[in-house]
């Protein structure tokens, strides 16, 4: 029996494309409180930091370490109240190799990633080399007690652009399936982290 590539053209884009309703400002946030057994990101993106001048991005730049995530209102109020309840939580987030690390995606490793494993999340690294084609579409999304997804609209420059919601049946599937194959093709973001020789390419903050 013929084994599949797991890094052939992504399939179902047609489905995937399928959307049911744009979701309202809050709606997001409300369903990431409110969802029952499992949650999934997937993060395609560089870079989401257009107009990111928030004060931990701040802090982060001028080399201080990750504040405790006690009392913050993602990391102890929406993740660990989660995962507390015994909620799964997985990320992965699919990079190449090269370019080097840019500032937002280590600011968001050094001061997200390792915060959100404090609070039970777990977080995967998907590194595609640079002779494969990328296994899965490059298009954000998560997906919630493996029912219905929230497909994340980005422009170039990363800024958001609105969510809408999927619920028709064929285009959850895909995100299943695109929730599958990213956590067998990953790693855990710690074991990433200690070995990957892009740390050493990143040139240091001034």
């Not at 399939?11 to 959307?19: F, N, S, T």
């Not at 494993?117 to 999304?141: M, N, T």
Request: aromatic content about 12%; charged content about 35%.
């Amino acid at each position: 029996m013929k084994t599949e590539d797991p890094w052939r053209s992504p399939r179902g884009v047609e489905d995937a494309a399928r959307r049911d309703a744009r979701l309202a400002p809050g709606d997001l946030e409300d369903l990431l409180r409110s969802f029952r057994r499992s949650v999934f990101r997937l993060e395609t993106l560089d870079d989401y930091s257009e107009g990111l001048e928030d004060d931990e991005y701040r802090s982060w730049y001028h080399g201080n370490a990750p504040p405790p995530i006690d009392g913050h209102w993602w990391y102890d109020g929406i993740v660990r109240a989660a995962t507390s309840e015994d909620k799964r939580w997985d990320r992965v987030h699919m990079l190449r190799p090269s370019p080097p690390l840019g500032d937002y995606l280590r600011y968001s490793f050094e001061f997200g990633y390792t915060r959100s494993e404090q609070a039970g999340e777990r977080c995967h690294i998907l590194e595609v080399p640079e002779a494969r084609s990328l296994p899965l579409p490059k298009e954000d999304f998560w997906l919630f007690d493996d029912e219905f997804g929230v497909v994340l609209n980005f422009d170039a420059q990363g800024r958001w652009r609105g969510a809408e919601l999927v619920t028709y049946p064929p285009a959850v599937e895909e995100l299943r399936r695109r929730r599958d194959v990213a956590l067998a093709l990953a790693v855990p973001f710690a074991s990433w982290s200690s070995r990957s020789p892009l740390c050493g390419r990143v040139p240091a903050r001034r």
